[in-house]
């Protein structure tokens, strides 16, 4: 008994058509892991976000800067025009370089 060639014919698309399938549903699969991590990976982003937002609001609190410019900035003073110095003169106003001495190595000892 020797199979029709129309029998064989749809044999062989059968199975082309099987493992297309076949491969298709596993490329769609990876897809749709791809899809999750880079949802996942938003929310995360958008957790951290919403996280820098509120840390953001709390650091500019108007009655904590004020209280940190009055603690650290006491001292601040206007410019005075006198501050304002030509490149060729700046060697002349500069304090002379400081030598230091070198620091004794803790593991000589």
């Given at each position: 008994?020797?199979?029709?060639?129309?029998?064989?014919?749809?044999?062989?698309l059968?199975?082309?058509?099987?493992?297309?399938?076949?491969t298709?549903?596993?490329?769609?699969?990876?897809?749709?892991?791809?899809?999750?991590?880079?949802?996942?990976?938003?929310?995360?982003?958008r957790?951290?976000?919403?996280?820098l937002?509120?840390?953001w609001?709390?650091?500019?609190?108007?009655?904590?800067?004020?209280?940190?410019?009055?603690?650290?900035?006491?001292?601040?003073?206007?410019?005075?025009?006198?501050?304002?110095?030509r490149?060729?003169?700046?060697?002349?106003?500069?304090?002379?370089?400081?030598?230091?001495?070198?620091?004794?190595?803790?593991?000589?000892?």
């Open positions: 008994m020797i199979p029709r060639p129309f029998t064989c014919c749809c044999a062989v059968a199975i082309t058509s099987g493992f297309f399938l076949y298709k549903k596993h490329q769609t699969t990876l897809l749709d892991q791809q899809i999750s991590k880079i949802v996942s990976d938003t929310e995360r982003v957790a951290q976000t919403a996280m937002r509120t840390e609001a709390l650091e500019n609190q108007p009655e904590r800067l004020s209280r940190l410019a009055e603690h650290h900035l006491a001292d601040l003073h206007t410019m005075d025009p006198a501050q304002f110095v490149m060729t003169d700046l060697a002349a106003r500069l304090p002379a370089p400081a030598t230091k001495a070198p620091a004794e190595d803790p593991r000589a000892a």
